[in-house]
């Protein structure tokens, strides 16, 4: 039986809105990426982060606990979710032509948080107002995590 590490990705999600052709909303940001790859890999993946008290707030959470990323530290409030218009060229490149950070905006763990994460394997910290205020706390109370960029999986292995 393998290892099982435990994960915690700190910081963004939205709504991805893409225009025609394509024509459909995804789930996304860094840090909800990073915790859903994580969790598909057989970790435990714990989400840090926030959305509104909207549907598309519904469906991030739906989408995080139908791919087994642990919720519990996932933060409703009052502003909407984030999301980012995307306008779709005909040659397929993809441009962001506007986008709400909402309830992203402004988030940060609090310290009971980040005493949970120092127990984790790993802390990976996405897009997040004050990513170097967490990195600074967690220096302060002597915590030892940091903020890693994390390479995408190849589709092919050579």
Not at 67 to 84: E, K, S
Not at 112 to 126: P, W, Y
Request: hydrophobic residues 40%; glycine residues 10%; charged residues 25%.
């Amino acid at each position: 039986m393998t290892a099982q590490f435990r994960f915690a990705a700190v910081g963004d999600n939205c709504t991805d809105r893409l225009g025609l052709p394509i024509g459909r909303s995804l789930v996304g940001g860094n840090a909800l990426n990073v915790a859903v790859q994580l969790a598909r890999l057989g970790n435990r993946s714990f989400y840090f982060g926030a959305v509104g008290r909207d549907a598309e707030g519904e469906r991030t959470r739906a989408e995080l606990e139908a791919n087994r990323v642990v919720v519990d530290h996932l933060r409703v409030g009052d502003r909407n979710t984030a999301w980012t218009d995307i306008k779709v060229l005909p040659s397929g490149e993809r441009l962001i032509a506007a986008e709400d950070f909402g309830a992203c905006a402004g988030y940060a763990p609090h310290e009971a948080e980040l005493a949970i994460m120092e127990a984790m394997d790993h802390v990976h910290i996405g897009w997040l107002d004050g990513a170097g205020a967490c990195r600074g706390q967690a220096s302060a109370s002597r915590r030892t995590f940091r903020s890693t960029p994390i390479r995408p999986i190849s589709a092919s292995r050579a």
